[in-house]
């Protein structure tokens, strides 16, 4: 009977293993998927706010040439001021997406050159915080790129292959590329579904101004 009820549990680990693998495997082809998916959107985007902004800036100079030698009032130049002021958060805007999407393209294709075995990335974001350096008493706004992510082994071993794995990030040229600092956020038992043998762990990747 006692033989029956460990065979039994052993049965259940093998399921659950195999079930958190087939997970794994969607996760891993969603976030192939997906990266596709943001880095076209990226491209879309860019293309139709640069076209926006360059027939914006082409009206406001034809209205600058036009005022130039009409006359302009101070109602004309406070309306060239404003749109004026649009175009250059426009343009801030832009410059910001093509920052970021070149930014994930460069530490998409570092990250894929030294993910270790049984290790998985399943998802990543780039936020905006509020971080006080050493020696500085006013905190500063700094972007951080997180990794999210799976490792197949017990807490000990886990811990030492992730800090590996951030060791080989920090020596990646392209994924180390305008990253200030690459740290261990956390590392836990996954809280959704707890299973032997894995664990969750989340890297912060401080990037430079």
Not at 92 to 100: A, C, G, Q, V, Y
Not at 183 to 209: G, H, R, T, Y
Request: glycine share 2%.
């Amino acid at each position: 009977m006692i033989f029956e009820i460990n065979l039994l549990k052993d049965r259940v680990r093998l399921q659950k293993r195999k079930s958190f693998l087939r997970t794994i495997m969607y996760v891993e082809l969603s976030l192939f998927l997906l990266t596709f998916i943001i880095l076209g959107s990226y491209r879309v985007t860019l293309y139709y706010q640069l076209e926006t902004t360059q027939r914006k800036l082409t009206m406001l100079n034809e209205d600058v040439i036009f005022l130039s030698k009409e006359g302009a009032t101070l109602g004309n130049l406070r309306e060239i001021n404003k749109k004026y002021a649009e175009i250059t958060a426009q343009l801030s805007t832009i410059n910001e997406l093509t920052k970021n999407r070149i930014l994930l393209s460069h530490k998409l294709k570092g990250l894929s050159a030294i993910i270790p075995d049984n290790v998985w990335i399943y998802r990543f974001n780039i936020a905006e915080e509020s971080i006080r350096k050493k020696g500085k008493k006013d905190s500063e706004k700094t972007k951080v790129l997180y990794l999210f992510g799976f490792v197949m082994a017990e807490q000990e071993e886990a811990f030492v292959r992730i800090q590996s794995f951030i060791r080989d990030l920090e020596t990646e040229p392209l994924f180390a590329r305008d990253i200030e600092s690459i740290k261990l956020s956390s590392i836990s038992k996954p809280q959704s579904e707890p299973l032997e043998n894995v664990m969750e762990f989340k890297i912060a990747c401080q990037i430079l101004k």
